[in-house]
C-alpha cells in the first residue's frame, strides 16, 4: 500500500531528520 510507505517514510525523516531509502522495495 503506497499510502503505508508514505507514512513508513514521513516517520522516519521525523524520527532520522534525513530520507530513507526504501528498504522493502529493495
Do not use: H, N
Not at 500500500?1 to 529493495?26: N, W, Y
Amino acid at each position: 500500500m503506497p499510502a503505508l510507505d508514505i507514512v513508513l517514510d514521513s516517520l522516519a525523516l521525523k524520527m532520522f531528520g534525513e530520507k530513507v531509502p526504501q528498504r522493502s522495495r529493495v
